[in-house]
């Protein structure tokens, strides 16, 4: 029985002390779970795409019927696309990719690239067809990726 107490004691001691400190440093401590709790959030949110935002991008069960659409109205570079090309021109449409900057010693924040990002992309990437694309062309270009 004594056994016993003097655990209690020890233990009772040890969780004042423990109060103490954590009163002491409260700034700290508050501090250090806001940053992790932002973590978290940064790392939930790039694991789990957040479908609700506004102008994200589903990808559909099958791109066969847009690939064929876009040969057909757009040709080239499309029409001589191997499946590696339409690989990576999906990705580009429909992937994320750790872009936005959320705070010093936090990891990216995962997003889809805007729709003028996708255009700067596609210039870059295939060059010159796209670089001749009107706006008209771009509006006919995201209205056909865009039906379902």
């Given amino acids: 029985m004594p056994h016993n107490k003097l655990v209690a004691r020890v233990f009772l001691v040890a969780g004042l002390m423990f109060l103490v400190v954590i009163f002491i440093f409260r700034d ?19 694991f789990a795409p957040n479908i609700s935002q506004p102008g994200y991008r589903s ?4 791109n066969l019927l847009k690939e064929t659409e876009l040969g057909m109205y757009f040709g080239e570079p499309f029409k001589s696309f191997s499946p590696d090309d ?3 021109f999906w ?3 429909y992937g994320e990719r750790p872009l936005d900057d959320v705070g010093p ?11 003028d990002e996708v255009i700067q992309e596609l210039k870059s990437r295939y060059g010159e067809p796209f670089t001749r694309y009107q706006n008209s062309h771009w509006q006919f270009f995201f209205e056909l990726l865009a039906k379902k």
Avoid at 107 to 114: A, E, G, H, I, T
């Fill in 91 to 93: 990705e580009i449409i």
């Fill in 86 to 88: 339409w690989g990576s």
């Fill in 59 to 62: 990808p559909p069960l099958s």
């Fill in 105 to 115: 010693d936090l990891p990216l924040r995962n997003r889809q690239l805007s729709t």
């Fill in 28 to 46: 700290a401590v508050s501090s250090l779970l806001q940053f992790n709790l932002k973590k978290a959030h940064v790392v939930v949110s790039n």
